[in-house]
């Protein structure tokens, strides 16, 4: 028998036709803008769901005191997440070592003191993994100087113009190889602002996070995380670390570097992360208690968004398009994110009674900006046990309204990116708690 077009049910009813036209259309526009049409961007649709309590042990009992939160309730927590979301990571590993490679006093026209320095992870037989760590100091300093640590998408290169940085070499998510730095693309990533933060009278490192391990499934063959394995392992177990914890553990080395710097006032080092490095500053800040101030700007699902609730992007979200970043466990959540015995509130609890900051943009919806708004409310009444001021409201404040108590927020106009606006409140709450001491 003859088949023939006319037989579909499209070529039968011209309505059907219209509508799958318009669907098609639909799905094109917002392929071109980049939303996702397996994503819920309406308030209404987000659904109830209930966050677990930070101060009531697993046992049912509640934490009353600072005491109990520290001893019981906190350990409770970061297991929690070390089991479940992020996999537990080792410590500092004996051996690494740092040299310093570069010194020029009179960087940036005489504004800034510039170091570089090479962390070997595997100490002094120098062919494993290496960091390349960049430091900015205000040349006028006349005493060790807080700073800022600020992982970077790129080689440390592209973040100044300064031709002294070193060319480093960079691994591209697409090519998933290692290439050779760029010289065209000195200085284009915009996202830091040097002469600003030393302005403000603070220090700036930077490291490349991809010198820990290169972002894309398989990465891990080139990274930190093999370095671990014990005899016989050939991929971390369900509960060890993925990439991001991986990450975190390399800002937590770069510390240790800057503990030895004697122009750095390593008591007061400021953690800032963008994206997906602002998940990784939240865990590298919930684990690491030396980091005075934690900074997430966009971190989103996975950051200080609220797992719970269904808007933007989810865990399923993230564990099918980026199965690298978390611990194998936390693939079990992603159709019941219900079960997971912690929320992202309890993340940001764990850096309590330190200072932590969310940077939020209205155009980056797909990190639910108002979850996380409300894991910063839900992380309040841990701060408050401790002493400390969290954000002390339910209310979301209009864009441009930053809070900056011992918890801080902001909601800002624009796209997911860092801006001079973000460096502006950072600086500010930075100064707010660290300054004139
Ligand atoms: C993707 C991802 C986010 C992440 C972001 C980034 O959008 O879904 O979770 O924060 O990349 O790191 O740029």
């Known amino acids: 028998m003859k088949t023939s077009l006319v037989t579909t049910p499209f070529a039968t009813s011209p309505q059907r036709c219209i509508a799958w036209f318009v669907f098609a259309v639909l799905l094109l526009c917002a392929a071109a803008s980049g939303q996702r049409t397996d994503v819920n961007y309406d308030e209404a649709k987000v659904g109830k769901y ?17 005491a109990a939160w520290n001893k019981h309730r906190r350990p409770e927590i970061l297991k929690l997440f070390e089991s479940n979301v992020y996999g537990r990571s080792p410590g500092r590993s004996k051996g690494i070592t740092f040299e310093q490679f570069d010194l020029d006093k009179r960087a940036l026209d005489g504004k800034a003191i510039r170091k570089q320095v090479t962390v070997y992870f595997t100490g ?24 800022f640590l600020v992982p970077s998408f790129s080689g440390n290169y592209r973040i100044h113009s300064d031709p002294g940085i070193k060319l480093g070499e960079e691994w591209p998510r697409d090519k998933k190889m290692k290439v050779p730095g760029d010289e065209s693309k000195r200085g284009t990533n915009t996202y830091f602002q040097v002469e600003k933060v030393l302005a403000g009278g603070y220090g700036l490192a930077v490291i490349y996070y991809c010198d820990i391990e290169p972002d894309f499934v398989g990465g891990i063959q080139f990274g930190v995380r093999p370095l671990f394995y014990q005899p016989g392992q050939t991929a971390p177990a369900a509960d060890e670390w ?14 240790d570097y800057l503990e030895t710097d004697k122009d750095v006032d390593a008591r007061r080092v400021v953690l800032m992360g963008h994206s997906r490095l602002g998940k990784t500053a939240l865990w590298a800040g919930a684990q690491d208690a030396r980091f005075a101030v934690v900074i997430a700007n966009g971190s989103g699902e996975g950051g200080a968004a609220l797992s719970r609730r269904t808007y933007g992007e989810t865990v399923k979200h993230l564990n099918t398009n980026f199965p690298h970043w978390f611990c194998g466990n936390y693939k079990q959540f992603s159709d019941h994110v219900d079960e997971l015995p912690v929320d992202q509130h309890m993340l940001l609890a764990l850096i309590a009674p330190r200072p932590v900051y969310l940077g939020c943009a209205e155009q980056d919806q797909w990190a639910d900006p108002r979850g996380e708004f409300l894991s910063a409310v839900a992380a309040g009444p841990v701060y408050r046990l401790l002493g400390k001021q969290g954000l002390d409201t339910d209310q979301m404040p209009p864009q441009h309204q930053p809070i900056m108590h011992t918890i801080g927020f902001h909601y800002r106009a624009g796209k997911h990116e860092v801006t001079t606006y973000d460096w502006d409140q950072f600086l500010l709450f930075a100064e707010k708690h660290l300054g004139d001491r």
């Open 50 to 66: 209930t966050l677990p309590d930070p101060l009531v042990l697993q046992n049912g009992e509640r934490v009353r005191d600072a």
């Open 124 to 147: 002094k037989k120098k062919d494993g993994p290496k960091m390349d760590i960049l430091l900015y100091l205000p040349a006028a300093a006349r005493k060790p100087v807080p700073v």
């Open 242 to 255: 993925g990439a991001i914890g991986a990450w975190a553990w390399g800002l937590s080395r770069a510390l």
